[in-house]
């Protein structure tokens, strides 16, 4: 047992890590190799430490959620590329004519579903906390268009909401509506998705590319095979899922069981997605 006041047998890291920063300047000692290994940058970003930084994204993001009593979230999916309807108008302004005007168009056309992620993100905002934790904290890609929206319906009741961004090839920077303790940044998209669902009881998918499809086909497959518990699963927009995807065509073929379709909700308002999770969670 320690003594009365004694917190730590040994120092601390950031102790060590202090006396470390200046040490008196040999050959030796300014050597990359005489750093702490957990201070060497060159050391931590070697190929040989790649399962080293898995663990240190899983850990980062999950103690700072643990911290902030974050129990669930509500997770929201979808395009980086659909306005908010105060931008639609502009957006077809600055798109050159042709086939970029017509793009400009349908993804103005979708700008009613910024309206619509920050809605139900308000709502969900606005459960109150249980003896568990915070309940439904409004977490997205923390990008811009339906991430934006989801995390500013947040910022609207006074709550918190995380972000999760990537690093990518071009400059993507937080949205300025992401709580700034639980903005995140991954260099992994594993790690990333893993922390997508680790809280999730709700997921809203609006439409999207590439990335919204990976998103959503992975929950879909983990939830097929029992490796996630079913949980409330959204689809807004009923004419551009059944436009982009033939769900019904898979069962047709027999590549999914019929029932497979029932892993998750065609919807395309606010209300009708709440009504789903306060009937099963009774919130």
Not at 23 to 47: M, N, S
Not at 82 to 102: F, M, Q, R, S, V
Not at 231 to 247: M, Q
């Amino acid at each position: 047992m320690l003594p009365p006041g004694r917190q730590h047998l040994f120092p601390t890291a950031r102790a060590e890590a202090a006396v470390a920063a200046t040490p008196t300047a040999t050959a030796q000692t300014e050597h990359p190799a005489y750093a702490l290994a957990f201070q060497d940058h060159e050391f931590l970003l070697k190929d040989e430490l790649r399962p080293v930084r898995f663990q240190l994204e899983l850990m980062k993001a999950e103690l700072a959620l643990a911290e902030a009593g974050i129990a669930s979230t509500f997770v929201f999916y979808g395009s980086a590329r659909i306005p908010a309807p105060e931008d639609a108008a502009a957006l077809i302004a600055a798109a050159t004519p042709g086939e970029g005007h017509a793009i400009a168009k349908r993804l103005a056309a979708k700008s009613h579903y910024y309206t619509v992620a920050r809605d139900l993100a308000r709502r969900a905002s606005q459960v109150p906390a249980d003896a568990a934790g915070r309940q439904f904290v409004v977490c997205s890609g923390g990008g811009p268009s339906i991430m934006e929206a989801a995390n500013r319906g947040a910022a609207d009741v006074g709550a918190i909401s995380v972000g999760l961004n990537i690093v990518l090839p071009f400059e993507q920077l937080p949205n300025p509506y992401v709580t700034p303790g639980l903005s995140f940044q991954f260099h992994y998209f594993a790690l990333r998705k893993m922390h997508f669902l680790m809280r999730a009881r709700a997921v809203a998918v609006f439409p999207g590319g590439f990335g919204t499809f990976d998103e959503l086909f992975e929950l879909l497959t983990l939830v097929q095979t029992g490796k996630v518990a079913r949980l409330p699963i959204f689809l807004f927009g009923r004419d551009f899922w059944s436009r982009v995807v033939n769900f019904d065509a898979l069962a047709d073929e027999g590549t999914i069981a019929r029932s497979d379709l029932d892993l998750f909700h065609l919807v395309e308002t606010a209300d009708e997605a709440w009504g789903i999770v306060a009937a099963q969670y009774g919130s």
